[in-house]
């Protein structure tokens, strides 16, 4: 029997393409016709986007209340994003699963960093011996995930150096694997990356020192990658605020910059996954997963990957249905093609999540 409060909506659903009208039913995705739905909207129909690299709760100086956490999660909501992996948080945001109209979220936890070297109140600043601990703590505390801060500036050295020595790493992954969570780590420089990589890392953030026999690496291990072009966009002015004091880590970011749309077109095309985020918490704003995606094209992803990597593909990566029969109805519809146009990211016609739609 058809279900008295469907509704419909009709259009191209991405990925492929297809002209279909999809149906929603008590919060669920059906393409099985229904007398008598409502015709909702018609547009380009595109799984929720997803922000992979993202931080509910969090400001420039640490931990925020529970109600700029909820606007954060709004304006992401709004911005298209249903989807969140909150790459580290100080914030205890595990309520927001409690909220059906705020996006679906995956909490990495909060960052593990060295002590003294990292942003003040961010991170749980440990010594090596505790890393493995600690990796074991939030894996027990997350959605899954945990996040490592690989690389910082070191004062003593003046320039980029790894958090911890690799043995320390490797020890945190396997307790992290141990305890079912998968483990993604900050990566500006170089040398951290062999060791992570080799110890079996899951993902890495920003990624601006890889080569290509790391790359290859990537590949073998199967390592994703959420480059945060948005982020890495500002490099220069890292470089600038401490060419004075520290002008060796100047210069290593300025070269990082220079060879950063090389660097993650290369992972790209040898086959490395590749995931959007748009570091929104303290480093940038909420809302802004299209800023992202249009940032991936302009180093030169093609726009239908660029978007795949902020929402079918992404949201596959994360285990978290598409648009298939019996799916939550997750999904965005927009009044033009965003392949084509990418601008119409901003302008969707209406969301929808868990089945409830918002027009703009």
Same mark, same amino acid.
């Not at 936890?109 to 991170?123: F, N």
């Not at 899951?202 to 390592?223: K, N, P, Q, R, S």
């Given at each position: 029997m058809p279900h008295a409060t469907a509704q419909r909506f009709r259009g191209p659903v991405l990925p492929d393409g297809e002209v279909r009208d999809l149906y929603v039913v008590d919060g669920r995705i059906t393409y099985e016709?229904?007398?008598?739905?409502?015709?909702? @909207?018609?547009?380009?129909?595109?799984?929720?986007?997803?922000? $992979?690299?993202?931080?509910?709760?969090?400001?420039?100086?640490?931990?925020?209340?529970? *109600? @700029?956490?909820?606007?954060?999660?709004?304006?992401?909501?709004?911005?298209?994003?249903?989807?969140?992996?909150? @790459?580290?948080? $100080? *914030?205890?945001?595990r309520w927001v699963h409690d909220r059906d109209d705020l996006?679906?979220?995956?909490r990495c936890g909060r960052h593990i960093a060295a002590t003294r070297r990292y942003i003040r109140g961010y991170a749980h600043e440990v010594e090596p011996d505790q890393l493995a601990t600690y990796a074991a703590q939030e894996a027990r505390n997350g959605d899954g995930w945990i996040k490592l801060v690989g690389d910082w500036i070191s004062r003593e050295e003046g320039d980029l150096t790894p958090s911890f020595p690799a043995q320390a790493f490797a020890d945190a992954i396997e307790?992290?694997?141990?305890?079912?969570?998968?483990?993604?780590?900050?990566?500006?420089?170089?040398?951290?990356?062999?060791?992570?990589?080799? *110890?079996?890392?899951?993902?890495i953030e920003h990624g601006t020192g890889l080569t290509e026999d790391l790359i290859d690496a990537m590949v073998e291990h199967g390592t994703r990658l959420v480059p945060t072009v948005m982020q890495l966009d500002k490099f220069p002015q890292h470089a600038a605020a401490g060419a004075e004091k520290f002008p060796g880590y100047a210069a290593t970011m300025t070269d990082l910059y220079a060879r950063m749309p090389a660097t993650i077109m290369a992972a790209y095309e040898a086959g490395v996954p590749i995931y959007a985020g748009s570091d929104g918490g303290g480093i940038s704003r909420?809302?802004?997963? @299209?800023?992202?995606?249009? *940032?991936?094209?302009?180093?030169?992803?093609? $726009?239908?990957?660029?978007l795949g990597a902020a929402s079918w593909r992404a949201r596959e990566w994360l285990g978290v249905d598409g648009l298939v029969e019996g799916a939550s109805a997750d999904f965005v519809v927009y009044p033009r093609d965003p392949v084509a146009d990418l601008s119409v990211l901003r302008e969707p016609t209406c969301t929808v999540l868990r089945g409830v739609s918002r027009r703009r």
């Amino acid at each position: 029997m058809p279900h008295a409060t469907a509704q419909r909506f009709r259009g191209p659903v991405l990925p492929d393409g297809e002209v279909r009208d999809l149906y929603v039913v008590d919060g669920r995705i059906t393409y099985e016709p229904q007398a008598g739905a409502d015709t909702v @909207a018609e547009g380009w129909i595109v799984p929720g986007l997803v922000d $992979a690299h993202c931080h509910l709760g969090l400001d420039d100086f640490g931990p925020v209340d529970e *109600a @700029a956490t909820e606007q954060q999660a709004l304006d992401d909501r709004d911005g298209g994003a249903l989807l969140i992996r909150d @790459a580290g948080s $100080a *914030a205890d945001t595990r309520w927001v699963h409690d909220r059906d109209d705020l996006p679906r979220l995956i909490r990495c936890g909060r960052h593990i960093a060295a002590t003294r070297r990292y942003i003040r109140g961010y991170a749980h600043e440990v010594e090596p011996d505790q890393l493995a601990t600690y990796a074991a703590q939030e894996a027990r505390n997350g959605d899954g995930w945990i996040k490592l801060v690989g690389d910082w500036i070191s004062r003593e050295e003046g320039d980029l150096t790894p958090s911890f020595p690799a043995q320390a790493f490797a020890d945190a992954i396997e307790a992290a694997h141990a305890h079912g969570a998968k483990v993604t780590a900050h990566c500006f420089g170089h040398g951290v990356l062999p060791g992570l990589i080799e *110890a079996g890392i899951d993902c890495i953030e920003h990624g601006t020192g890889l080569t290509e026999d790391l790359i290859d690496a990537m590949v073998e291990h199967g390592t994703r990658l959420v480059p945060t072009v948005m982020q890495l966009d500002k490099f220069p002015q890292h470089a600038a605020a401490g060419a004075e004091k520290f002008p060796g880590y100047a210069a290593t970011m300025t070269d990082l910059y220079a060879r950063m749309p090389a660097t993650i077109m290369a992972a790209y095309e040898a086959g490395v996954p590749i995931y959007a985020g748009s570091d929104g918490g303290g480093i940038s704003r909420h809302g802004n997963i @299209a800023g992202e995606i249009e *940032a991936l094209v302009r180093i030169g992803i093609p $726009a239908h990957d660029a978007l795949g990597a902020a929402s079918w593909r992404a949201r596959e990566w994360l285990g978290v249905d598409g648009l298939v029969e019996g799916a939550s109805a997750d999904f965005v519809v927009y009044p033009r093609d965003p392949v084509a146009d990418l601008s119409v990211l901003r302008e969707p016609t209406c969301t929808v999540l868990r089945g409830v739609s918002r027009r703009r």
